[in-house]
């Protein structure tokens, strides 16, 4: 058995294994470019607060139909909007800033989610929903996740250019149309969705992981913002496959083993990426002092 | 001689009277307190539901139990109220497994300040012993077992706490826990003897029951995949060979070599049925009965009662339920 | 050509036909501060006009007024004159993100919105429209160059380029000189004098007032309300300026 045979044949003799792939790689699709736009408005810790914010509407779901997927994906959905939408109205209708009235919110919904689940006693099921079985993916799961994923980069390609100007330019955008802030809504919302999916396969602890560790390496590698999208969405699905085979051969827990997987590409992207990287960096500094110091030679 | 003066001389006839008096209201003090003692149930705190469920059998009508660690609820990874301190304060008895099951209650009993009677219930036990390589097991005398021994999280080596899933066991907690209460409360204690007898009957009655019923099942299909390695005093017992998926804690998450290995390990050994407990996550095993094509054997009960209205809501109900899947899943797969 | 001349600007009755933007004793503030007071006149078609003042002066606001991002708290502003509705417009700078990873050819080209919208493509027509663009302001080669390594006047000259891309036909500039080079300045300037030429309307915010005086024809000195307007020459008086620094002073709190 060859080392190429080491890579694929765990995915080919188990389907838990395949449909793992599926399920991760489905969410990094959709969940890298998410990631780069949070990155990209500064809104890096907004994905783990709206994270934290569905936790009361994903227990709510579950206190009603149990395990049912529907029921909590809804739950989700439902306090993931009710928390952006109350935030950026308070944005901008009160002096605070968008940040903090998140920061406020997605407390309180945390707060009231961790009561919820403490009502129930210390339900196993519950958990296992926020830590995720990426080795067990129904084919509901599995289904909502791809769903899920095709419509976000459907919807992200159509708002790409009001997106991109929302984020980069909003007076202008301003001046040219009136979609700001439905763009920044609909943003929102596919955040939302994204998470909600992503539970199933990584649970709510990792699967911002999946969001932003792959963003944030493609930044040291593209120049473009849809480079950069088109990159992390790859290193995501990267980071599914080895972390999988990690899990498969160094016996991990298989959703730390994929955030990690992501996260030893980011700290490699930070060393040698070529955009900023380290290496780069020090480098030209390099060069620059050579520089600098042959400049007496020619007088 | 003083007695005669006592009966003849006018002040003593006052005297008299009045030692009367007190003798009378002491007897009806001693009454009436005696009453109070046999009418006022004897508080006792049970660790955990099938614990509290052969105390209440157990005490009847003279005990009022209270459980820590209700139906449906994780033993390993709870946390204690003041609400449970509050209780434990309050009792006179508490009724624990020990083991090492529940890591949580030397700090609860410490805090609470109880100065009842304590029950090991799994007192005389013979122990299994946890080697998760080989996953054999070894046997050993407990002497003491103390609660809290180690950690909460079995994974190395440790002692296999369930040991009630072997109705043997079951009986001899019932002895320990009879024989506690009546430590608690001496008056009652014939009463808890003779309900312990008969509770003592029934799981005898149960465990032939059971012992007839999967007798019929031939030896090759006595294999099942658990996802909890609790009845492992189960399957010795009753010959039964369960292989636990992800180790005794139901909170460890499972790397892809585990999950792996079951599989194989499925589809090597033949098992009969896939079986997950109240308490872990339903949708990898769904996942491994899937893949190796076994037969979903539905919910067994391994650390806690169901609820009350359904047939696991006893400790009897309990074993009984489990043995019933167990008899009907490895029916139909010797029958396939 | 002026319509006013002195301390205070007269009140016509009827403007002149020729009239791209009108202004009918406006008012302009948020919250609790008035920034621009009563203000009225017009801005032919054609004109070049500079609009100076101290600080806080509502210069911007007055822009910003015309451009409709701010309602009027009083009075009217009616705008003419373009075909697909508002004016260009190019704000004060530092409202965009500059290390935004974009080229500086899809940054320029942004100035198509109102042709090309948010999905539809650009045409080979847009495309040469923009390279022309790029070459006007002196940016032909730095199509591929992320926008991040411009320096401030290379960005100033790409901000000018989106702004013509607009294909106005009255454009509006706030302040663009502020935060750039001489001779950036004197290849916009010359820019600007050439659009004037194509008779577009074209009015400036500037500081500058050398400047203004050599190439502008039209001024409107603002401190918080008209002070004067009409031909630079009768506006920039020592008398006017020193009323202007008068009236903002008392205002500027």
Request: with cysteine; net charge neutral.
């Amino acid at each position: 058995m060859n080392s190429i045979e080491l890579l694929y044949l765990p995915f080919v003799e188990f389907g838990f294994m395949r449909r793992a792939l599926v399920g991760a790689v489905a969410l990094a699709l959709a969940a890298g470019p998410l990631g780069v736009f949070l990155i990209l408005r500064r809104m890096s810790l907004m994905g783990d607060a709206m994270a934290h914010a569905i936790l009361p509407g994903v227990a709510v779901g579950f206190l009603t139909a149990g395990l049912s997927l529907t029921a909590m994906t809804i739950g989700g959905m439902i306090t993931g909007v009710i928390v952006a939408l109350l935030a950026a109205a308070v944005a901008r209708l009160t002096p605070q800033r968008e940040d903090a009235s998140f920061a406020a919110f997605y407390l309180v919904s945390l707060g009231v989610g961790v009561l919820l689940i403490s009502l129930r006693g210390s339900n196993m099921e519950l958990l296992h929903v926020l830590f995720g079985t990426v080795l067990g993916m129904s084919d509901a799961a599995l289904l909502l996740v791809a769903a899920t994923s095709s419509i976000t980069l459907l919807v992200l390609a159509l708002i790409f250019r009001p997106l991109v100007l929302e984020c980069m330019d909003p007076l202008f955008l301003r001046s040219e149309s009136r979609m700001g802030p439905v763009v920044h809504v609909v943003f929102l919302l596919l955040l939302v969705m994204t998470l909600v999916a992503g539970f199933q396969v990584l649970g709510t602890l990792m699967v911002v992981g999946i969001m932003m560790l792959p963003a944030a390496a493609a930044r040291f590698w593209a120049v473009t913002a849809i480079g950069q999208m088109a990159l992390a969405a790859l290193v995501g699905a990267f980071a599914s496959f080895s972390g999988l085979l990690l899990s498969y051969y160094a016996n991990l827990p298989a959703s730390p083993a994929i955030i990690l997987a992501a996260g030893i590409v980011y700290f490699l992207s930070v060393t040698f990426g070529r955009q900023g990287g380290l290496w780069q960096v020090a480098k030209q500094a390099r060069a620059r002092s050579l520089r600098l110091s042959r400049i007496p030679e020619r007088n | 001689m003083p007695y005669h003066k006592f009966y003849t001389s006018f002040p003593h006839r006052a005297r008299r009277r009045r030692l009367l008096g007190m003798a009378g209201g002491a007897l009806v003090l001693g009454a009436w307190s005696a009453r109070a003692v046999s009418r006022d149930p004897l508080p006792v705190v049970a660790s955990f539901s099938i614990l509290g469920d052969m105390v209440r059998e157990i005490g009847g009508e003279r005990v009022t139990v209270t459980t820590i660690v209700g139906r449906n609820s994780d033993v390993h990874s709870f946390e204690p109220t003041p609400g449970d301190a509050k209780a434990l304060q309050q009792a006179k008895a508490l009724v624990l497994n020990g083991l090492g099951f529940e890591a949580w209650l030397p700090r609860l009993v410490e805090a609470s300040g109880f100065n009842g009677v304590s029950v090991t219930a799994s007192e005389g036990v013979v122990v299994r012993q946890l080697n998760p390589e080989t996953g054999e097991a070894t046997h050993t005398e407990s002497k003491h077992a103390e609660a809290g021994h180690g950690d909460h999280d079995h994974t190395h080596g440790d002692v296999d706490p369930h040991a009630w899933q072997d109705l043997a066991n079951g009986m001899l907690y019932a002895r320990n826990i009879a024989a506690g209460l009546a430590r608690a409360d001496p008056r009652n204690a014939s009463y808890y003897e003779s309900r312990a007898s008969g509770y003592i009957a029934r799981m005898k009655a149960l465990d032939n029951e059971v012992r007839s019923a999967l007798a019929a099942i031939p030896p090759e299909h006595r294999r099942v995949i658990s996802s909890h390695d609790a009845f492992g005093y189960f399957g010795d017992a009753y010959g039964i060979e369960f292989i636990p998926v992800a180790g005794l804690s139901s909170q460890a998450e499972p790397s892809a070599r585990d999950v792996a290995r079951i599989i194989q390990l499925a589809r090597e050994k033949r098992v009969s049925g896939v079986f997950i407990e109240n308490m872990s996550n339903p949708a990898l095993a769904q996942q491994v009965a899937r893949e190796s094509d076994v037969l979903m054997g539905g919910t067994l009960y391994s650390d806690a009662l169901g609820p009350a209205d359904q047939p696991a809501s006893t400790y009897l109900g309990m074993v009984s339920w489990n043995a019933g899947r167990l008899v009907y899943v490895l029916k139909q797969s010797a029958q396939k | 050509m002026g319509a006013g001349v002195g301390v205070m600007a007269a009140r016509p009755d009827t403007y002149s036909p020729a009239a791209v933007i009108e202004l009918e004793e406006v008012s302009l503030g948020w919250r609790d501060k008035v920034a621009v007071r009563d203000l009225s006149g017009c801005f032919e078609k054609g004109s070049l006009t500079a609009v100076v003042g101290p600080n806080g002066a509502g210069k911007s606001t007055l822009l910003r007024g015309i451009m409709g991002l701010v309602s009027p708290l009083a009075g009217r502003i009616r705008v003419t004159g373009e075909s697909d509705g508002t004016p260009a417009f190019m704000p004060q700078q530092g409202g965009f993100d500059r290390s935004f990873p974009v080229s500086t050819r899809d940054f320029v080209a942004m100035g198509a919105w109102r042709r090309v919208g948010p999905w539809r493509a650009f045409s080979s027509a847009e495309r040469q429209r923009l390279d022309e663009a790029m070459q006007a302001v002196g940016l032909g080669d730095f199509g591929r160059r992320p926008l991040s390594t411009l320096s401030g006047g290379q960005l100033q000259r790409a901000l000018f380029a989106r702004l013509m891309l607009h294909d106005a036909d009255t454009y509006m500039l706030d302040e663009p000189f502020s935060a750039v080079d001489r001779a950036t300045t004197e290849d916009l300037m010359d820019l600007v004098l050439e659009w004037n030429r194509c008779n577009k309307t074209v009015v400036v915010v500037l500081h500058d007032l050398e400047l203004v005086r050599r190439c502008f024809p039209q001024t409107l000195l603002l401190a918080g309300q008209c002070v004067a307007w009409g031909s630079t020459d009768e506006v920039l008086t020592p008398e006017n300026l020193h009323l202007a620094r008068h009236l903002c002073a008392g205002d500027y709190l």
